[in-house]
Nanobody, 123 residues
Framework: QVQLVESGGGLVQAGGSLRLACAAS????????IGWFRQAPGKDREFVAA????????NYADSVKGRFTISRDNRKNTVYLQMNGLIPEDTAVYYC????????????????WGQGTQVTVSS
């Protein structure tokens, strides 16, 4: 069983930055790929970014490339999402998920999810 807890959300003006954190309570954290997804009201959960078990491989949605950076610290069982250049369209609840095998960009393949953290970007 993997428990994930997101933190770091909040209200920020357009152009600002936030850093989200996803903390996992599992001894085998390093075997999991961790992904960030977001869900705006009335929309499906969409892929944002993912990082593999070692941190050596990452992938991003086109909408956040060049603005967001995902990283992980396996000593702290934590994955981070640094978000710069935020725009109102980034407003959503952000979720982190854990997957051992599957497609890191596909929400349906994930085994575990956190409860989410709200990010609101004002114009």
């Amino acid at each position: 069983q993997v428990q994930l807890v997101e933190s770091g959300g909040g209200l920020v003006q357009a152009g600002g930055s936030l850093r989200l954190a996803c903390a996992a309570s599992v001894r085998t954290f390093s075997v999991y790929t961790i992904g960030w997804f977001r869900q705006a009201p009335g929309k499906d959960r969409e892929f944002v970014a993912a990082v593999n078990w070692s941190g050596g491989s990452t992938n991003y949605a086109d909408s956040v490339k060049g603005r967001f950076t995902i990283s992980r610290d396996n000593r702290k069982n934590t994955v981070y999402l640094q978000m710069n250049g935020l725009i109102p369209e980034d407003t959503a609840v952000y979720y982190c998920g854990a997957i051992q095998r599957g497609r890191s960009w596909l929400a349906g393949d994930y085994d575990y999810w956190g409860q989410g953290t709200q990010v609101t970007v004002s114009s």
